[in-house]
């Protein structure tokens, strides 16, 4: 997905009276704080429920269609 030369680049902001942490990855700083503007831009696609690790194989891929095929449009 990403180059081997992308970094994680962290940014702290403020919201509801605490402070929060957001990582960007991205090939540069200067990539980074694009990338962020980006984001007021953004759509919401839902809730992440899980994360599944690549290495899971098919597995993975039948644990997802699993859950994609129960949920009711």
Do not use: D, Q
Not at 49 to 61: C, E, Q
């Amino acid at each position: 997905m990403f180059a081997s030369s992308t970094k994680t680049f962290l940014f702290t902001y403020r919201f509801g009276g605490a402070e929060w942490n957001l990582e960007i990855p991205a090939g540069s700083a200067r990539e980074a704080r694009e990338r962020l503007s980006a984001i007021s831009l953004a759509r919401y696609e839902g809730e992440a429920i899980a994360k599944i690790p690549a290495i899971a194989g098919p597995f993975a891929r039948f644990a997802v269609w699993i859950r994609n095929a129960s949920r009711v449009s």
